[in-house]
C-alpha cells in the first residue's frame, strides 16, 4: 500500500459546482498535513495547511480524520481557474519527510 | 525576483553522461529540498539540507545521486551515468527552519536522457 493515496480524476465539474477530494495516508504517526495546488507545468505551491480541527480559507476548507487517516479538501463555488492539480503531503517520521499523493485532477468547464 | 531558482531549465543528455543541476533557494530559508516528479506523480522526495548539513536521504536514491550544499546557501544535484529511467522533472524547494513551514518551488530542470 502506498504511504499516500489519491485518486487521480479527473474531475470534470461544471463552474459553481462543489467538488470534494479524498486522500488517505498509511502510517498513523504522521503529524502534518497540506494542500499543494499544481497547475500544468508549472511547479506546487503551497493551497492551505490542514489542521486538527479543520480549517477553511474563503472557499476551501480542509478536514483531518485521524481515525480514518484521510484528508480532504472541499471547494465551493469552482471557478474556471480553479482547474489544477491537487496534491496532498503528509509529513511523517522524526525528520519529518515529506511525502506527496500523485495528485488529483480537477477540470473545471464553463 | 526573490523566489526560488534552478539552473538549467532543460537538459538534454546522452545515457552515461552526467549532468550536474543547481539550486538557489530563497536567501532566509535554511531548509532546502530536492524533488524528483515524473508525468501523472507527485513530487518523490528525494534529500533535504537543514543549512549545509545533508540531514535524509531517501532510501530510493541510487549513489549515482549526490548533492551538496557546501555554504548552506545554493545546492547542487548531481547525477552520474545517467540512465533513461533518470528523465524527469527534478525540484528544488525551500523553507524557513521548521518542517511544518511551506515550502517554496523553483520551477524546476527537466532532464531527458537519450
Known amino acids: 500500500r502506498k504511504e ?9 465539474v461544471p463552474e459553481g459546482a462543489t467538488v470534494a477530494f479524498n486522500c488517505t495516508y498509511s502510517n498513523s504517526a504522521s503529524q502534518s498535513f497540506f494542500w499543494y495546488r499544481q497547475d500544468c507545468r508549472k511547479e506546487p505551491k503551497l493551497l492551505m495547511s490542514v489542521y486538527s480541527s479543520g480549517n477553511e480559507d474563503g472557499r476551501f476548507t480542509a478536514q483531518l ?8 479538501l472541499l471547494i ?3 471557478k474556471l481557474s480553479d482547474s489544477a492539480t491537487y496534491l496532498c503531503v503528509v509529513l511523517t517520521g522524526g525528520s519529518y519527510i515529506p511525502t506527496f499523493g500523485r495528485g488529483t485532477s480537477l477540470i473545471v468547464h464553463p | 525576483d526573490t523566489g526560488v531558482s534552478q539552473d538549467p531549465r532543460h537538459k538534454i543528455t ?6 550536474t543541476f543547481r539550486c538557489d533557494p530563497i536567501s532566509e530559508h535554511n531548509r532546502l529540498y530536492w524533488y524528483r516528479q515524473t ?5 518523490e522526495f528525494l534529500t533535504y ?3 549545509e548539513a545533508q540531514l535524509e536521504k531517501s532510501r530510493l536514491l541510487s549513489d549515482r545521486f549526490s548533492a551538496e550544499r557546501p555554504k548552506g546557501s545554493f545546492s547542487t544535484l548531481e547525477i552520474q551515468r545517467t540512465e ?29 536522457v537519450l
Do not use: H
Not at chain 1, 4 to 12: A, L, M, T
Not at chain 2, 84 to 102: N, V, W
Open chain 2, 49 to 51: 539540507f537543514q543549512n
Open chain 2, 39 to 43: 508525468l501523472g506523480q507527485g513530487p
Open chain 1, 76 to 78: 465551493r463555488d469552482s
Open chain 1, 65 to 72: 480524520n485521524r481515525a480514518s487517516q484521510y484528508i480532504s
Open chain 1, 4 to 12: 499516500v493515496e489519491q485518486d487521480p480524476g479527473p474531475f470534470n
Open chain 2, 14 to 19: 546522452k545515457r552515461g553522461q552526467n549532468v
Open chain 2, 84 to 112: 533513461q529511467g533518470d528523465s524527469a522533472m527534478y525540484l528544488c524547494a525551500s523553507s524557513k527552519d521548521s518542517p511544518r513551514e511551506t515550502q517554496y518551488f523553483g520551477p524546476g530542470t527537466r532532464l531527458l
